[in-house]
């Protein structure tokens, strides 16, 4: 193991040299996880996630991270995250599609019990029939558990968006999970170049003295503290505090705000933003949008892209501003419920210009000549109209 | 004990039951089953049913507990988590049947936070919530040795959800959910547990309240060191199994009392409790 | 930009991992990506490469290939309902690089690829991974070769740096069959150096053997 | 923008209640915490001397002013508690009738709550309706139960709160400080003995 320093999330993010390297996503995560100061990992296998601690181990092995065992499913993985965090240390693990239906339960007792887990997922398809294959559906379930949702476009962002995550997630008053979002193979087993930090620096450790809720430790503070429920009667008082409760966490996450611009620079990236045509999108429907714009952009077609990095909290304002200009509004997403379209929908005044669409999902890929194509038909369907 | 110490200023602000605490409470006081009455329990009162065996056993776990200022309990649901609230002793409702799991990942944190202390995670639960929804993690925490005690409150069905089967419930007997009658035996999770790598099992009752309160303390002691352990104690529930409070301890006199240790853990506890009845200890 | 699709089932993951590096060897930025069912060794599977002197946004499959290489001839010969027909997509004007040592493609196939006016290279690798590298797990190394020598995708300068990265000793991230494979090619070896240098010297016969080939700059019949 | 229950209001102001059925947290409601250096009043980013100054007016005004100490002053778990716990002494001792009710823990209280002499994030307006508490300070509360209780207290009593936070501060009581330990509150002690010698030459 390489003698490391501590430096500040500031210097990490914005001042540190970076290394190229050729990495496919879930190396990068690895790096990151690396490069986080993370205590304890647990893992359990389900592709296309598996690389990634596979690799987490090795750097267990070497001493970069401090515990690290296989749970017995996806569900008691994150009930021992969930113990772990309580404990007061910094913990991550990950998952892919059935993997997180079947674990969750857990991730809004993350959000309830303030937990400032870091879980990234590796989205697929799920079951049935057997799918192993790309697919994000995932995501718009993750999205009303209370957690932060982000979605990565690349490894590249899969690598930054794990370090900014738990600069985020444990800032006193946010202090909620993270799950850091990437389309499975499309980013995973993508091989591509990573801008790396030194290896031989990492984030500040965490600081559970901090936390808005009490450290499960009998020290800070100690006696008489139960986690979390109310089940003590049925009344008034209880539904009252339940309900606070839920308000809190949505509290939190709004706090995430002030930070996401902080440390991410903003929750979407915009290009061209005053264009005519805009395609907003996130994850790896970004970079196929992207592609699919600068063809038709190079045919004169005024189209640009919103790139959404933060699902959660939903930027709002910005998505609402950004709607205003353009004539038309296009969604592509890798799922087949149109999760993003709805998010979009809710926000913006007149839902006429939006197209939901196209939806690819099931493992298929998203050509960028498709988008280009079914593009140009709605254009050609509009003028006809 | 030096966790629990009020702020200078701050004593007589406390309510009395905070003050009894602080100057009466069990704390690094390694107090037993024997000195109840002399001392301020850290369960003030309970909202359990009448006669109903859970009180006591946990009142009488609370009691053994080597250090209770350093104790973490682990519970599920279940008629014991509507008392945890009242214990002065961090405590966790995880969900249903990840008890064990919740336990494993707070160990292995307070192990690292704390590499020169020891913090006893003890997982306190129903007998649905280790031996049916929580039997894979339950059993996996033993397989993967680790250093946490499982103490299963056995009421032989799920009593807080209106008395329904559980795997603990005995062959035959008519309950919710078993309308006809429960069609297979009881589970040996005693014997399971010797099989799945468990130190130290044991099974008791509340009615013999200082045998439990040693096989409590002794559970506790061994998993520290040696590996997980598990006491099995049987709290008969005279409101789903229709019998009046007054014969719950009778009741419970029907059950077993067994203990098994590895060869590891018996010396381990000849060698400490030796060195206690040396010293004059309150065992 | 040059877009590869290779199949097969014979270190094809590999050979699109050593591609990829060796394009950002050269300077260019490239992207690889593996199609994944079930793995399992002789399943028909696919891999992806991207690579352009621009940053490459796009993922997943490439729809239309400017090049496809084939690592096995059964591909073509037995094909299997989800892999027909093989050349799908295909660019007009692309390459058709197929490890055989005879042609093979069907009349109708034949004619369809004609009509793409694509190039049509038949390359002996296994042969050649047998009679130079001593394995036919060198296949993959010859085609390779193969593409070097008929295109200017890559560099050998470039292919031989990927090939030291990869197995040289450091640490690559290797897929569980794809990393089981290589333990059983570093066994062949006494030595790395020994499997570095029969590995380039697989590549440097068959990017020869393709430079002096007729086919290689002619255009199908 | 947007609420959980009821509709967007541009310009939200936390003040006392009480407001509404279930009131909406005010971070949700568009209150956003100060940065370093600022403080909240009511909703709006002030300097952080003005928030003094007003915290010292409001306390000297009141009919019935109370501290809730939380369980973080009131266990000696470290030597910054033992130190903000004797400030905050000092600080009751300068503010005329001044009262104390602690917080010791969070779980709700079963079979009840002794009102008189503790307070409870859960059910916090019984203690304030028992005692007629008209302003009151929040102070080594986890941020999560002071939020809890600040907004139950603006959902169902007319009482003015003030939260002096070791952290980043809450939307949801009508003046918040952030940052705050034992210097800061010694700070605070300072100012209200200042406002109070200004009241006495007026």
């Given amino acids: 193991m390489l003698e490391r320093k501590v430096v500040s999330p500031e210097y990490m993010f914005f001042e540190a040299p970076r290394e190229k390297k050729y990495l496919i996503g879930n190396e990068a995560v690895a790096e990151a996880v690396k490069r986080a100061n993370v205590d304890m990992v647990i893992s359990y296998p389900i592709t296309p996630q598996s690389e990634a601690t596979h690799i987490v181990g090795d750097i267990y092995a070497q001493g970069y991270v401090k515990d690290y065992y296989r749970g017995e499913d996806e569900f008691n993985v994150m009930s021992a995250m969930a113990g772990a965090a309580m404990g007061g240390v910094r913990a991550f693990t990950a998952t892919s599609g059935p993997g997180t239906l079947r674990a969750f339960e857990m991730f809004p007792c993350w959000a309830g019990e303030r937990l400032p887990i870091v879980c990234a997922f590796m989205t697929r398809g799920v079951n049935s029939p057997l799918t192993i294959q790309p697919d994000n559906i995932e995501i718009g379930w993750l999205a009303d558990t209370g957690m932060l949702i982000f979605h990565a476009e690349d490894p590249q962002d899969f690598f930054d968006m794990i370090l900014q995550a738990y600069v985020i997630a444990e800032q006193p008053d946010v202090h909620l999970p993270v799950g850091v979002c990437a389309d499975g193979f499309f980013v995973t087993h993508t091989r591509e170049i990573v801008e790396l930090t030194p290896e031989d620096e990492m984030l500040p450790p965490y600081d559970p003295s901090v936390s808005p809720v009490v450290t499960m430790d009998m020290e800070t503070v100690p006696v008489r503290h139960m986690k979390d429920p109310f089940v003590m009667k049925s009344n008034y008082i209880s539904y009252n505090t339940h309900a606070s409760w839920q308000q809190e966490v949505r509290a939190a996450a709004e706090r995430a705000r002030k930070y996401i611009t902080r440390y991410m620079g903003s929750p979407v990236e915009v290009v061209h933003p005053g264009a005519e045509i805009l395609f907003m999108a996130s994850g790896t429907a970004a970079a196929q949008a992207r592609v699919a714009m600068e063809r038709m952009r190079a045919e004169g077609i005024d189209i640009g892209l919103v790139k959404i990095k933060v699902i959660r909290p939903f930027p709002e304002k910005e998505i609402t501003e950004l709607a205003e200009v353009p004539r038309i509004i296009i969604i592509p997403e890798h799922n087949i419920t149109g999760w993003l379209a709805r998010d979009i929908k809710s926000r913006v005044n007149n839902n006429a210009k939006i197209y939901g669409g196209p939806r690819v999902f099931g493992g298929m890929t998203m050509p960028p000549e498709m988008l280009v194509e079914e593009t140009k038909k709605l254009l050609l369907n509009l003028v006809t109209a | ?283 | 930009m040059y877009v590869c699709r290779d199949w097969g089932g014979q270190g094809m993951v590999t050979a699109a991992n050593l591609l990829g590096m060796a394009a950002v060897n050269d300077g260019n930025y490239s992207i690889v990506i593996p199609f994944f069912g079930a793995e399992k060794r002789l399943a028909p599977t696919e891999s992806y490469v991207r690579i352009s002197s621009q940053k490459v946004y796009e993922k997943g499959e490439v729809g239309y290939p400017d090049v496809i290489m084939v690592f096995h001839p059964e591909v073509i010969t037995k094909g299997k309902c989800y892999t027909m027909p093989f050349y799908y997509g295909l660019r007009p004007n692309g390459w058709l690089i197929i490890n055989a040592e005879s042609p093979l493609l069907s009349e109708e196939d034949a004619r369809s690829i004609a009509d793409l006016n694509v190039r049509v290279l038949y390359v002996p690798a296994s042969r050649i991974a047998l009679d130079v590298a001593g394995t036919e797990l060198a296949t993959n190394m010859s085609l390779l070769g193969g593409l070097a020598g008929a295109t200017d995708i890559v560099t050998l300068e470039g292919l031989e740096k990927a090939i030291s990265q990869r197995f040289g000793g450091g640490k690559f991230i290797a897929s569980a069959t794809t990393a089981a494979l290589d333990d059983v090619l570093k066994k062949k070896y006494a030595k790395t150096q020994e499997l570095l240098e029969k590995n380039m010297a697989a590549i440097r016969k068959t990017c020869e053997f393709v430079k002096n080939s007729p086919s290689a700059d002619s255009t199908p019949s | ?202």
């Fill in chain 4, 1 to 202: 923008m947007s609420t959980l229950l009821g509709f967007p209001k541009n310009g939200y102001k936390v003040v006392p209640g009480p407001e509404t059925y279930l009131s909406p947290s005010a971070a949700a409601m568009g209150v956003v915490l100060p940065n370093e250096g600022e403080a909240l009043i009511e909703g709006d980013i002030v300097p952080e001397e003005v928030a003094y100054e007003e915290i010292a007016n409001r306390l000297l005004s009141a009919r019935n002013p109370t501290l809730f100490p939380g369980p973080l002053v009131l266990w000696a778990w470290s030597e910054k508690a033992v130190a903000k716990a004797r400030a905050l002494l000092e600080m009751v001792g300068e503010v005329p009738g001044m009262k104390i009710i602690p917080m010791p823990d969070y779980r709700p209280k079963y079979p009840m709550i002794n009102p008189k002499v503790e307070i409870n994030p859960n059910h916090p307006n019984l203690t304030i309706w028992h005692n007629n508490i008209d302003v009151c300070v929040f102070v080594g509360v986890h941020c999560h139960f002071a939020n809890l209780a600040l907004k139950i207290i603006r959902a169902g009593t007319d009482c003015y709160t003030i939260a002096l936070c070791g952290q980043r501060g809450h939307e949801d009581a009508m003046i918040t400080l952030r940052d705050v330990h034992a210097e800061e509150v010694m700070d605070l002690t300072d100012t209200i003995r200042k406002v109070k010698m200004e009241r006495l030459s007026c």
């Fill in chain 2, 1 to 283: 004990m030096e966790a629990l110490k009020v702020s200078p200023g701050f004593e007589k602000i406390l309510p009395q039951e905070y003050q009894e605490l602080v100057e009466d409470g069990p704390y690094g006081r390694g107090l037993a089953v024997k000195d109840l009455g002399t001392f301020k329990e850290v369960i003030e009162e309970h909202p359990l049913c009448a006669g109903c065996g859970l009180g006591l056993a946990i009142r009488l776990i609370l009691a053994s507990l080597p250090d209770p200022g350093n104790t973490i309990i682990v519970g599920t649901t279940g008629c014991n988590s509507i008392v945890m609230p009242q214990v002065a002793i961090h405590n966790i409702h995880a969900l249903f049947g990840n008890q064990s799991s919740v336990a494993s990942g707070l160990k292995r944190a307070l192990r690292l936070r704390y590499p020169d202390k020891t913090k006893d995670v003890v997982v306190i639960a129903g007998d649905g919530g280790v031996a049916d929804i929580g039997l894979a993690p339950t059993m996996h925490s033993w397989f993967r040795r680790e250093n946490i005690t499982t103490i299963m409150l056995d009421n032989e069905g799920y009593s807080n959800t209106g008395g329904q089967e559980s795997g603990m419930t005995r062959q035959g007997v008519v309950v919710n959910m078993a309308p006809v009658g429960k069609k297979f035996p009881k589970i040996p999770l005693h014997e399971i547990a010797k099989a799945a790598g468990c130190a130290y099992v044991a099974t008791v009752t509340p009615a013999r309240a200082r045998r439990l309160g040693q096989m409590a303390k002794r559970a506790i002691l061994i998993a520290r060191d040696i590996g997980p352990t598990y006491v099995q104690i049987f709290c008969p529930c005279s409101t789903n199994y229709k019998f009046p409070p007054s014969e719950t301890l009778k009741r419970a006199k029907e059950t077993e009392i067994t203990e098994y240790m590895s060869p590891e853990a018996q010396e381990f506890i000849e060698k400490i409790e030796k060195e206690s009845q040396s010293r004059g200890g309150k065992e």
